[in-house]
């Protein structure tokens, strides 16, 4: 089947790109021994995961329990829920999953570690912590050496919890444009963890792990970096968003729709906001990326000096990649203008 031929709006997804964005991302990592990690949340795709896994990724990060069990059931074996689980039945299905595979969760308070305690005790299992570290995000995370020691304390004081090191994402630096601030803020945060580091060592704390990062950070690691894991995710698929921020890797992901108006002014296709993500901005047309766009609930509009009829089929960048995958059931792969697989998005919708 040739592309030209999917009804739409269809999310297509070139797997020659995939596959170099993949190895662009270990060939940057693995010299300076830092691990891929990558994030579950662009995709939502198990099939995606395991391609990433056999790329060379290490585990999968998540960030729900929903997601984590849709990894565990596919076999995925290290999974890493990079947020805090608080609710009484949720807990008790972390403490079973626990059992399945090796599942890390983030803490931030004492509680918190209780109860994850009383929950893999429940069922005879270990329930691997990161500390949560305020970088900057203000989202979670305690925000001093003093309190990181407390509670990694108190995860090694609890016998069916095992610490794993510190969660520190920078949330705020993804999309940050000013490439000298992006450096410049990277590397504060480098510094603030290397001191949390020397801290926790003189109290007798050895840290295995420093997780996070992102895909706007992942080319600021140096041979220095107090990480050894990575988070990053729109990596794989790219998107208009990151392209302002200017990351090296390549557009992957793109929504095929066709065009049902046109004059010689403007292009209007069937791809509208509920079929893209646009909390990030708007898509971009490929062939026309310098076109404005306006959209509406069934409709979007490039205004631009026109060469398409209608029944014309259009690539569109999503303005942000990992909303615009939660809103598809199912993914087409494509390689030289061919469909060869159409795999599920098995955690649409997965927000618990």
Same mark, same amino acid.
């Given at each position: 089947?040739?592309?030209?031929?999917?009804?739409?709006?269809?999310?297509?997804?070139?797997?020659?790109?995939?596959?170099?964005?993949?190895?662009?991302?270990?060939?940057?990592?693995?010299?300076?021994?830092?691990?891929?990690?990558?994030?579950?949340?662009?995709?939502?795709?198990?099939? @995606?995961?395991?391609?990433?896994? !056999?790329?060379? %990724?290490? +585990?999968? $990060?998540?960030?729900? =329990?929903? &997601?984590? /069990?849709?990894?565990?059931?596919?076999?995925?074996?290290?999974?890493?829920?990079?947020?805090?689980?608080?609710?009484?039945?949720?807990?008790?299905?972390?403490?079973?999953?626990?059992?399945?595979?090796?599942?890390?969760?983030?803490?931030?308070?004492?509680?918190? @570690?209780?109860?994850?305690?009383? !929950?893999?005790? %429940?069922? +005879?299992? $270990?329930?691997?912590? =990161?500390? &949560?570290? /305020?970088?900057?995000?203000?989202?979670?995370?305690?925000?001093?050496?003093?309190?990181?020691?407390?509670?990694?304390?108190?995860?090694?004081?609890?016998?069916?919890?095992?610490?794993?090191?510190?969660?520190?994402?920078?949330?705020?630096?993804?999309?940050?444009?000013?490439?000298?601030?992006?450096?410049?803020?990277? %590397?504060?945060?480098?510094?603030?963890?290397?001191?949390?580091?020397?801290?926790?060592?003189?109290?007798?704390?050895?840290?295995?792990?420093?997780?996070?990062?992102?895909?706007?950070?992942?080319?600021?690691?140096?041979?220095?970096?107090?990480?050894?894991?990575?988070?990053?995710?729109?990596?794989?698929?790219?998107?208009?968003?990151?392209?302002?921020?200017?990351?090296?890797?390549?557009?992957?992901?793109?929504?095929?729709?066709?065009?049902?108006?046109?004059?010689?002014?403007?292009?209007?296709?069937?791809?509208?906001?509920?079929?893209?993500?646009?909390?990030?901005?708007?898509?971009?047309?490929?062939?026309?990326?310098?076109?404005?766009?306006?959209?509406?609930?069934?409709?979007?509009?490039?205004?631009?000096?026109?060469?398409?009829?209608?029944?014309?089929?259009?690539?569109?960048?999503?303005?942000?990649?990992?909303?615009?995958?939660?809103?598809?059931?199912?993914?087409?792969?494509?390689?030289?203008?061919?469909?060869?697989?159409?795999?599920?998005?098995?955690?649409?919708?997965?927000?618990?």
């Amino acid at each position: 089947m040739f592309v030209s031929q999917l009804e739409t709006p269809a999310l297509i997804v070139d797997l020659d790109v995939l596959e170099r964005n993949q190895t662009r991302a270990m060939d940057l990592l693995r010299p300076l021994g830092v691990a891929l990690r990558p994030h579950y949340k662009s995709h939502k795709c198990t099939a @995606i995961a395991h391609m990433q896994l !056999a790329g060379g %990724a290490k +585990g999968i $990060t998540c960030a729900k =329990l929903s &997601e984590a /069990e849709d990894l565990i059931q596919s076999g995925v074996e290290d999974v890493l829920i990079a947020n805090q689980v608080v609710e009484p039945a949720k807990l008790m299905r972390l403490g079973y999953l626990a059992g399945c595979c090796r599942l890390s969760v983030c803490v931030d308070t004492l509680e918190n @570690i209780r109860a994850l305690e009383s !929950a893999a005790a %429940a069922f +005879g299992t $270990t329930i691997h912590c =990161l500390v &949560e570290y /305020e970088v900057g995000m203000r989202r979670c995370g305690v925000a001093t050496p003093q309190e990181a020691l407390a509670l990694a304390e108190a995860v090694l004081a609890a016998p069916h919890l095992s610490f794993l090191g510190i969660q520190a994402y920078a949330g705020q630096l993804s999309h940050a444009e000013d490439f000298a601030r992006r450096s410049r803020e990277a %590397a504060r945060i480098e510094g603030r963890l290397r001191e949390l580091l020397a801290f926790l060592h003189e109290n007798g704390v050895d840290v295995p792990e420093v997780s996070g990062a992102s895909t706007g950070t992942v080319e600021l690691r140096g041979a220095d970096t107090a990480y050894t894991e990575v988070q990053a995710g729109t990596y794989l698929f790219m998107d208009a968003a990151y392209d302002r921020v200017g990351v090296g890797f390549e557009h992957s992901l793109f929504l095929l729709s066709t065009v049902v108006s046109a004059d010689a002014e403007h292009v209007v296709c069937d791809a509208g906001l509920k079929t893209i993500g646009v909390d990030q901005g708007n898509p971009v047309f490929a062939d026309f990326p310098a076109a404005s766009v306006n959209m509406s609930e069934e409709h979007c509009v490039a205004h631009c000096a026109n060469r398409c009829a209608a029944g014309d089929k259009l690539r569109l960048i999503p303005g942000h990649c990992c909303t615009t995958v939660n809103l598809f059931d199912a993914i087409y792969f494509v390689r030289d203008g061919r469909v060869v697989d159409r795999v599920p998005v098995t955690s649409r919708g997965k927000s618990r």
